[in-house]
């Protein structure tokens, strides 16, 4: 709290930053998931007949709408795994290069160095829910149905937001001494983006449970499935459901703190 003041003023510093010059500004938040989502939507359900239905007996391959017993739509189906893993890679991304971005500031004044990720994942948070606005659109333009499980989604996005933060940390101080975690940690995002059901349903994954158990392993495969329950599928997640993604958010936290606390004090060295 001693701080909510810089923090503030650095969030509205890269606001400014991002969309500087730009015409529309932040309305890119929104119209650059709807573009995507446009093109992925027609890629792979155009091009690779990609459904949310099994071709052959025409059941759905994932949880239903609600009590219609329909599955949603295959663009807010794919517009809802893109925003939330678009919070977390943009999170992680931005916190990890803080440090060393803000260098010539820590060797001025004395600032708590944990102000710059967390300042980082704040910034990634208002970039998200102005996004998903994008979402709102979507949803109302298919005529989807919205429950009053959808109520809790603030809940969801604090879980992935000390997730998020958590990473950011380690990835922040780890980054000040091997500069090469940043290529690094190009492929591992996009392992993870591969590894989550975004664009794609387990359904076609058949029978392989080694490959749902390797997909289960990653994190972001909770807090995405657990996203659609709330919104697109308007059902209440199972307990697993919300007890899995909270402890990967505090064990990353605790995790991040340590990392972050025994090494800060060497940044000045290194940055």
Known sequence: MRYRHLLINLVKRDISVKYRRSVLGLVWSVLNPLLMMLVMTFVFQ???????????????TVPTVGNTGLPPTFAVYLLAGQLIFNFFNEATNTAMDSVLGNAGLIKKVYIPKYI????????????????????????VFTRSVITWW????????????IFNFGVGLILSSMVVF????????GIVTLVLTYMTPIFYTE????DSTLVLAVMRV?????????????????????????????????????IGLVVFRKTQDKFILHI
């Open 46 to 60: 155009r091009l690779f007949n990609m459904s949310l239905t099994d071709a052959a007996t025409g059941e759905p």
């Open 116 to 139: 710059f990720p967390l300042e980082k994942v704040i910034f990634s948070l208002v970039n998200t829910l102005f996004s998903f606005i994008s979402l709102a659109i979507v949803m």
């Open 150 to 161: 959808a109520l809790l989604t603030p809940v969801m996005l604090i879980l992935l937001f």
């Open 178 to 185: 091997f500069r090469d975690i940043k290529h690094l940690y």
């Open 203 to 206: 359904g076609i994954l058949g």
């Open 218 to 254: 990653n994190p972001m495969y909770w807090f995405v499935a657990l996203f659609r329950y709330l919104v697109v599928y308007g059902q209440p997640p199972e307990p697993l459901m919300w007890l899995i993604p909270l402890a990967w958010a505090l064990g990353t936290l605790i």
